[in-house]
Every structure is written in C-alpha cells, then in structure tokens.
C-alpha cells in the first residue's frame, strides 16, 4: 500500500486561507469516506481535526474544513493563525481494512 | 480524561525483539478498537496495526507482517505489540491511538521511542 500524495510544504499569511491536497486511489480516498487530518507540532502527538472527509470533533475550531473529490482529499485553513503552524497528515481507510497515511505537509505561517 | 500511556521501547540489536504496552484509562477500553501508529525520526506516520474492541480481528501493515503481533487485554485496559525479528528501519516513536480501522484515531498517547541499532 502506497502512502497517500500531500505537499511537501505550502504557506500563508496571517488571516490567508490554504488549502492542502491529500491524493490516493480508488482503493483508499476514492472508495471510502474515511479520510481523516491530523495536526501536529513539534515533539506533541497528533492531534484530529477532521474525520469521516469533512467532520470536525469537538473542539476543533470552524476555520478547519475538508472535503473529498474522487481520488483527492483536501483540508482547507482559513483565517491562518500563527498556531497553526504544523505539520498536517492525511489517513484513509483501504481495502484490506488497513490505513495509510500521507507523507504530511509543512505548514508555514509566513 | 482519556489517557494512553505506552511504555516499553528501548534500545535493541538487530533481530532482537521488544514488547510494547499502552495503558489506556477514562473511558471504556473494551468498546473501543484500538491501534498502534509509528514515526520514524523527522519521518512521517505509519499506520503499523489495528486490533479489534474484542481482540477476535487484527490488521498489520506489509512491513511488519509475520514480525509483529498486536494483543489486548481487556480486564486490564491493555494493548500490546510484540515486535520481534527488529530491524533498522524499525526504529521509531511508536503511538498507540484509540480508534482505528474506518474509525479515526481521536486519542494519542504520547509514544515510546524504539531504536533497532548494534
């Protein structure tokens, strides 16, 4: 199984929004609505910010949001803040009931 | 609150073995699938198994397949992960999260640190 396709990096200003891609395969993001985002800084575990392509848990703030087109997932920030700085991963169920992650996306808050 | 806290990792040689544990409290442990996440140092997540609320179903990612082994203990809110036949590219913080499967992993512990070197 191959890990999911993200940006190496993408940045923003304060107040900017952005929107980070996730691309996988008719076997994970096309076949199944459970994709999933996590954020993490550094030396902190991740934390979830979207699960089920375009739900927030509690907690997470509004300005969070995903969505999914065929083989692509996205998860869009708007309003940058400072804190948002961090690495962002995407996760997707497959066939086969495994996971796979994407190779995570740098999060720079110019 | 919610807690995971796994313990376990260390430094082991090549072809040695490990077996991690993760703690989990503040919520009903044996309603809840349960799995094991790693990263690699500056690496990203890998998803490394998952195991059923009951223990009956187990998944494992090709690279740990026939090397690793995912249990639970339901009476003492306990998952585990053997690890044997360690190799380099073993070396990892390893996660176990609550959740898994088609279901998001919402609870992290904070991860033990194993490093497979001679």
């Known amino acids: 199984q191959s890990a999911l396709t993200q940006p190496a990096s993408v940045s923003g200003s304060p107040g900017q929004s952005i929107t980070i891609s996730c691309t996988g395969s008719?076997?994970?993001?096309?076949?199944?609505?459970?994709v999933s985002w996590y954020q993490q800084h550094p030396g902190k575990a991740p934390k979830l910010m979207i699960y089920?392509?375009?739900v927030r848990p509690s907690g997470v703030s509004n300005r969070f949001s995903g969505s999914k087109s065929g083989n692509t997932a996205s998860l869009t920030i708007s309003g940058l803040q400072a804190e948002d700085e961090a690495d962002y991963y995407c996760?997707?169920?497959?066939?086969?009931?495994?996971?796979?992650f994407g190779g995570g996306t740098k999060l720079t808050v110019l | 609150q919610v807690q995971l806290v796994e313990s376990g990792g260390g430094l082991v040689k090549p072809g040695g073995s490990l077996r991690l544990s993760c703690a989990a409290s503040?919520?009903?442990?044996?309603?809840?699938?349960m799995s094991w996440i790693r990263q690699a140092p500056g690496k990203g997540l890998e998803w490394v198994s998952y195991?059923?609320?009951?223990?009956?179903?187990?998944y494992c990612a090709d690279s740990v397949k026939g090397r690793f082994t995912t249990s639970r203990d339901n009476a003492k809110n306990s998952l585990f992960l053997q690890m044997d036949s360690l190799r380099a590219e073993d070396t990892a913080l390893y996660y176990c999260?609550?959740?898994?499967?088609?279901?998001?992993?919402?609870?992290w512990g904070q991860g033990t640190l194993v490093t497979v070197s001679s």
């Open positions: 008719s076997s994970d993001i096309g076949g199944y609505n459970y």
């Open positions: 195991i059923s609320s009951s223990g009956s179903t187990t």
């Open positions: 089920d392509v375009s």
């Open positions: 996760s997707s169920y497959t066939s086969g009931s495994h996971v796979v």
């Open positions: 503040g919520f009903t442990f044996s309603d809840n699938h």
């Open positions: 999260a609550r959740g898994g499967g088609n279901y998001p992993s919402v609870y």
